[in-house]
Every structure is written in C-alpha cells, then in structure tokens.
T-cell receptor, first 119, second 115 residues
Framework: GAVVSQHPSRVICKSGTSVKIECRSL??????MFWYRQFPKQSLMLMAT?????????EQGVEKDKFLINHASLTLSTLTVTSAHPEDSSFYIC???????????????FGQGTRLTVV | AQKVTQAQTEISVVEKEDVTLDCVYE???????LFWYKQPPSGELVFLIR??????QNEISGRYSWNFQKSTSSFNFTITASQVVDSAVYFC????????????FGTGTSLTVIP
C-alpha cells in the first residue's frame, strides 16, 4: 500500500508557542488530505479537508486561524497549531488520498500520528 | 447523513477465545465503502479491510473474518482464537466512495485479550 509519513511523532511545546506537523505522501500524489484529531479514548474527529493548491475546508467548530493548514504540493500538507494551549494537547492524524499506480482513489492512507503535549 | 455506531466500548476476552466486534452504519449513498482499522497503543492506524457496498461476500483472512450484511447495515468483525497481540482499539469507518469524501469513524471498541 501507499505510505504516508507524519512528522514529528511526538512533540512537547510550551503554552503560547506554535507547532508545525508535516504529512507527506511518499509514493503517490495526494490530491486530498484530511486532518483528524483524537482525544484520549475517543474517536477520530475530522478537523479539515484540503485539496492541493486550494484553501482547506474546516469542520464546524474548528478555528481556522488557530489550526493553519497548508497543502502547497501534491506530496506535502502541514498543520500548524498556533499559540498552543494545554487544551490543544491531543493526537493528530493526517490521511491522504490521491492517484498513483494501482492506487484505489477511494482509500485513504493514514500517517503515524503526532502526539502533541502543550505544557 | 453518514454515521457509524460501535456499541461495544470495551471488551475483554481470555486468550484463545473468539470475539466479535459489532459495527452498524447509516448512509444514503448507494455506493460506499466500509473499513476496519486497528489502533495499537502506539497510535498509528493499521488498515485491516475495505469492503464496497456491492460486495456482500464475507471475507476471511487468517484469524480475522468479516460479515457484511447490507440488510441490517452491519459490518461485523470476528477474531478467532484471540491473542494478546490483538489487544488494541478497533475502528469501523464509512466512506461515501467519492474522491475527496471524508471517513466517518465509529467511536471504537477497545479489546483486551487476557493471557
């Protein structure tokens, strides 16, 4: 299957600072990327959907100015948590869909996730 | 509306027992895909299976089997002869089938296999 690499896997930052999380599709072109957030012992909640070269579409209740998403190329999307606070501590997972040899466009491939802790 | 329900929050079984994880979904799409993912404590999502709405044939892969019943909108997952390594959270997910559509995840079932 296709590979999606997410970095970093774990980050601790101070309250008020910004953190950038990268999501890369390694062997296919990701036309659409999704960012999810998962609180402890809860399900994955979609934060936003982005298509390459256009603005992300945010889900209701997600602050677009706080969670900046950039999908500038077909292999890279970034999520920046700006002015992070302890309540932003969570597990963030990206997924990517796209085109490639023998790649079903209905399947999304997930990154390994990033565990963010804001202290 | 798209919705996935996993009624079982937590399940504990003794090693070698069989266990079935339930998944019920709602969708108005005529074409859709159902998935199961495993999430071990490390957090990454491990893809287990994808099934499209036109294929109701049950599938078996080693100790794993899946029962897709369109009439009851269910896509249940059975682990036979469970092992400690099966301990994880399992998510059922629904996708509408069109490129760009998001995944809708159930709330997950936490499975603990006791040695």
């Amino acid at each position: 299957g296709a590979v999606v690499s997410q970095h970093p896997s774990r980050v601790i930052c101070k309250s008020g600072t910004s953190v950038k999380i990268e999501c890369r599709s390694l062997d296919f072109q990701a036309t659409t990327m999704f960012w999810y957030r998962q609180f402890p012992k809860q399900s994955l909640m979609l934060m936003a959907t982005s298509n390459e070269g256009s603005k992300a579409t945010y889900e209701q209740g997600v602050e677009k100015d706080k969670f900046l998403i950039n999908h500038a190329s077909l292999t890279l999307s970034t999520l920046t948590v700006t002015s992070a606070h302890p309540e932003d501590s969570s597990f963030y997972i990206c997924s990517a869909r796209g085109v490639g040899q023998d790649l079903p466009n209905t399947e999304a491939f997930f990154g390994q996730g990033t565990r963010l802790t804001v202290v | 509306a798209q919705k996935v329900t996993q009624a079982q929050t937590e399940i504990s079984v003794v090693e070698k027992e069989d266990v079935t994880l339930d998944c019920v979904y709602e969708t108005r799409d005529t074409t859709y895909y159902l998935f199961w993912y495993k999430q071990p404590p490390s957090g990454e999502l491990v893809f287990l299976i994808r099934r499209n709405s036109f294929d109701e044939q049950n599938e078996i892969s080693g100790r794993y089997s899946w029962n897709f019943q369109k009439s009851t909108s269910s896509f249940n997952f059975t682990i036979t002869a469970s092992q400690v390594v099966d301990s994880a959270v399992y998510f059922c997910a629904l996708n509408g089938g069109n490129t760009g559509n998001q995944f809708y995840f159930g709330t997950g079932t936490s499975l603990t296999v006791i040695p």
